[in-house]
């Protein structure tokens, strides 16, 4: 394929996990507004991509003993990373990656808390698939660009949150904090905007917010859940008053309420957290860092401006995001290339690139803890670190070992592919440039990669040489550091 | 150099793997700085330690009335002596290993270790540990600016999780993370020969420095320093110990720890950490539950290592330093758990370790005006500023200058460990 739309592959590389070949031909031949336009209507586009697992013409999962994708979390990390590969909705996957770090939620606690199969339904379960409610990813994949104020509730009263940050022992009696200093320091407008006198306040708020078990008639996991519950009985009823305004009127004091209506506390305190303008503020420098530049700071102007477009939009995010993607920080392509690759983004679109025939996304999984990235495991409720921080020199390593094994695992495709290019390693090199989109090669790497094709026996172009030759390359390519930005 | 076969298995898939035979590891860097030089191994225990469960001050009846459900009993503690002010502490039950290290005199704990408006925020804590500044934690750590200061060598620090923390970040040293030595190993889709040619290429092709994208040399950086310590990580890849080591990721990190001190290869600084102390809920009745298996694995990790360096004459040599972001409250919560709260108890192990008490216990009367609470009451004022440990580590153990690396004198008042 020729390469001749930088900014439309940029898109797709930010607003999307890259492109394979098909992607390229389908999106090339629009104009760059309509490409954004497509990618974020994504609601008329059908969501079956679930549908086509365990189809051959797409990567394949490994299954150990039935495939769960529901109720076992390796098998919902398999489904995950199949959507990210395959879903014509690439957008919502993005944008439900980028909430998944924000509301950071470790599986390892649910499990601790309430076992595997609880666990795993609480983060994956997918609406309909197993009695019980959605679980969390499938929330947050919901809410993906809706009004922030409604994913803020709905993970306020999700059970996979409810017993990640202990809000199901938060009661009446003993408030429990947990919660209630994320919410502000983490959800919503940070550090410096808050008291300790706040994070007890908010704590008393959320009292009564809790779950609640129910058993399926044969007690297996599979047709139990948990589900939300407001135990009026542990609400604490008091008047809570806080060091920012939680009205329109500027009030700061949340009324004494009868426990029967005290859940409404909860929902005044998140309605007043979400329209703040440092949350405003605060998301749209975190959507500069996911959508435009990790080397520029966030533009002043920048933030103004996307504070504004979620303030006049009642905290919806699809405006917002419809701003950046139009916005000239975005279209210049001088901040393209600007973006250090997470590991999932980094692994999704080198499979895109490299092909996926004969490859299960099961093999995924280990590279990607290695390199720093197991899905619905971030390190902390802070999420990954993420730019400079992804690149440790054991993370780097892993990056460049996981290049090998998928050049090893597609190494007779890469052969096949290379046999058009026969003539020169000069060839084979343009090829393989053409064919993968890391960010340009300055002479001496490119070198570097010339000489590695003619180190060793001559060049002939055998078949032989051009299966070694090409693995070799792609694993060079892939496991280079140009190629970890996107 | 020689090349070995040898398939690895995660991925699923088989490949080659390129290394090059010891003994060459002892670089002539390492050699220079004498292959036992001092070395510095910081602890954090991730999450907000809660102090006053680790180090329990049993004659104190508020510690009771505040914590009915989580204190450990009186009858259960090791008891340790009293402190300057004597108050009499004791270890929490599950640490009869460090019991057994400070014994042998080679443990101080210094209580109340903190500083002035202590952040209950895990992150900004955490960066105000690591850059010893909690005016502005900045960029730098205050171990990556020691590491500055000694012969450049691609190991002269290693992070032993799989980031580098903040503590370790420098301007100028890049310094690597690497877990487990075990799975260090440059990996190849081809045959030995050529994985050979790739390791070259890939070597040359990181080693290019882009002056117009500085986002491409600090990963070309990250790449070089994985390629520059693979052979020489790799000869402690090998290492067992003289000990069992318990099977938890605490001791397989110290493990790693002790066999690159013991094969010399000349790191100054290592890092390793250990989660969970974030114990909001369910912290364990009396002593038993998640906290103390926490303490259980705490000191069981420790005592191996003090043992495993202790048999080899290298004790002398080391030094752990121990810390947490901060201390919990002091009233447990309606969860059997605790939450953030403000000063905690810092420790240090080694052969020159002065071990013992330091510092005095706060009391746990909630009266407001107890000047050793702060919050109302609710926690432990510090009484050691935490940039003091740092002075005594930097000048008196790693013979460096802690004014100019901490940015200021911190040595008056310093508990004198070493």
């Known amino acids: 394929m020729a390469r001749g739309s930088p900014l439309i592959e940029h898109l797709l590389r930010r ?142 009263r999700d059970p996979a949150m409810l017993v990640f940050l202990d809000g199901r022992l938060n009661t009446r009696q003993r408030p429990q904090e947990n919660f209630g200093r994320e919410i502000m320091e983490l959800f919503t407008f940070g550090l410096g905007n808050y008291t300790e ?22 007690r297996s996991d599979a047709n139990s859940y948990y589900e939300f519950v407001f135990l009026a009985n542990q609400h604490e009823t008091a008047a809570k008053t806080f060091t920012f305004p939680i009205y329109a009127n500027g009030s700061r004091v949340i009324p004494a309420r009868s426990a029967a209506n005290g859940m409404q506390d909860g929902l005044d305190l998140i309605a007043a957290l979400a329209r703040h303008p440092e949350t405003a503020r605060r998301l749209a420098r975190k959507l500069w860092g996911f959508f435009v530049s990790e080397v520029l700071p966030p533009d002043p102007e920048f933030v103004t401006s996307c504070a504004a477009v979620y303030a006049a939009n009642d905290t919806e995010i699809l405006p917002v995001v419809h701003y950046i993607l139009r916005s000239r920080w975005f279209l210049s392509l001088t901040n393209s290339y600007a973006r250090y690759a997470w590991p999932v983004e980094f692994v999704v679109r080198s499979v895109k690139e490299v092909g996926w025939s004969g490859l299960s996304v099961d093999t995924l999984r280990t590279p990607l803890t290695n390199m ?7 390190p902390d409720v802070a999420g990954w670190e993420l730019g400079e921080g992804w690149f440790s020199t054991g993370a780097a390593l892993a990056r460049m070992n996981y290049a090998a094994s998928v050049a090893f695992n597609q190494r007779f495709n890469l052969g ?51 299966t070694t030759k090409a693995a070799g390359l792609t694993r060079l390519i892939v496991g280079s550091s140009e190629y970890q930005f996107m | 150099m020689s090349v070995s076969r040898r398939d690895f298995i995660r991925g699923g898939v088989a490949a080659f793997t390129v290394s090059f035979a010891a003994p060459s590891f002892l670089t002539e860097v390492a050699r220079a700085q004498g292959a036992r030089s001092r070395s510095l191994v910081v602890l954090y225990l991730g999450g907000g330690n809660d102090a006053l469960s680790t180090l329990v001050p049993y004659q104190d009846q508020f510690y009771y009335q505040r914590r009915p459900v989580i204190a450990v009993p009186a009858g259960q503690v090791l008891q340790i002596g009293t402190d300057m002010g004597g108050r009499a502490l004791g270890l929490h039950p599950r640490l009869t290993g460090l019991r057994d290290i400070f014994n042998d005199g080679r443990l101080a704990i210094v209580q109340r270790a903190g500083y002035q408006n202590s952040s209950r925020s895990h992150f900004q804590g955490t960066d105000i540990w690591g850059t010893a500044d909690p005016g502005s934690p900045s960029v730098m750590g205050w171990l990556g600016k020691f590491l500055e200061t000694v012969p450049s060598d691609a190991l002269s620090g290693w992070s032993a999780t799989r980031e580098v923390p903040r503590a370790l970040r420098s301007r100028t040293i890049s310094v690597p993370a690497i877990p487990n030595a075990r799975t260090y190993a440059f990996n190849s889709p081809n045959s030995a020969t050529e994985a050979v040619h790739e390791r070259a290429a890939a070597t040359r092709i990181a080693s290019h420095v882009p002056v117009n994208r500085p986002q491409l040399s600090f990963v070309n950086t990250a790449a070089i320093g994985a390629l520059e310590t693979l052979d020489r990580v790799a000869s402690v890849s090998t290492y067992t110990g003289t000990v069992a080591y318990p099977n938890n990721g605490l001791a397989l990190a110290l493990r790693t720890v002790a066999g690159s001190i013991v094969r010399g290869i000349g790191t100054r600084v290592y890092w390793v950490q250990t989660g969970g102390f974030d114990t909001h809920a369910t912290q364990g009745a009396g002593g038993t539950g998640a906290y103390g298996n926490l303490m ?43 939450d953030h709260g403000a000063a905690g108890v810092m420790m240090a192990m080694g052969g020159a370790v002065r071990g013992g008490i330091y510092g005095t216990a706060a009391s746990l009367d909630p009266n407001p005006g107890n000047p050793t609470l702060e919050n109302n009451g609710g926690d432990v004022r510090f009484e050691t500023d935490f940039r003091s440990v740092y002075a005594q580590v930097l000048d008196n153990w790693l013979g460096a200058n802690s004014t100019s690396i901490l940015g200021g004198d911190f040595r008056a008042g310093a508990p004198a460990i070493v």
Do not use: C
């Open chain 1, 372 to 378: 720093g990235q197991t899905l619905f495991e971030p």
């Open chain 1, 416 to 466: 096949r592919a290379a046999a058009d290019a026969r003539t020169s390693p000069e060839a084979l090199l343009s090829l393989f440039l053409d064919r993968f989109s890391p960010a340009p090669y300055d002479s001496e790497p490119y070198d570097g990669l010339l000489e590695y094709l003619r180190a060793g026996a001559a060049w002939t172009g055998s078949d032989a040489q051009l």
């Open chain 1, 15 to 156: 607003a999307g996990f890259g492109m394979s070949p098909d992607d390229l031909r389908f999106y090339e031949t629009m104009s760059v507004a309509t490409a954004i336009g497509r990618l974020l209507d994504y609601e008329s586009v059908p969501d079956d991509v679930d549908d086509r697992i365990g189809n051959a013409a797409y990567a394949g999962v490994t299954a150990r003993g039935t495939f769960s994708p529901n109720s076992n979390i390796e098998d919902a990390r398999q489904r995950w990373l199949f959507r990210m590969i395959h879903s014509q909705r690439p957008l919502q996957e993005k944008m439900t990656l980028f909430w998944h770090n924000h509301f950071a939620t470790l599986y390892s606690k649910l499990q601790g808390t309430v076992g595997a199969g609880l666990g795993a339904k609480l983060m994956a379960n997918k609406a309909g698939a197993l009695p019980g409610p959605q679980g969390q990813i499938e929330t947050i994949r919901q809410f993906a660009v809706g009004k922030f104020r409604d994913l803020l509730t709905e993970m306020s």
């Open chain 2, 296 to 338: 259980g694995s705490f000191g069981g990790s420790v005592l191996a290592f003090y043992n495993d360096l202790r048999n080899q004459g290298l004790l002398g040599d080391t030094m752990l330093l121990q810390f947490s972001e901060f201390g919990r409250r002091i009233s447990e919560n309606g969860s059997a758990g605790t």
């Open chain 1, 197 to 218: 006198q706040d994070v007890y306040a908010a704590a008393r708020v959320f009292t009564g917010w809790n779950i609640r078990l129910v058993r399926g008639a044969d």
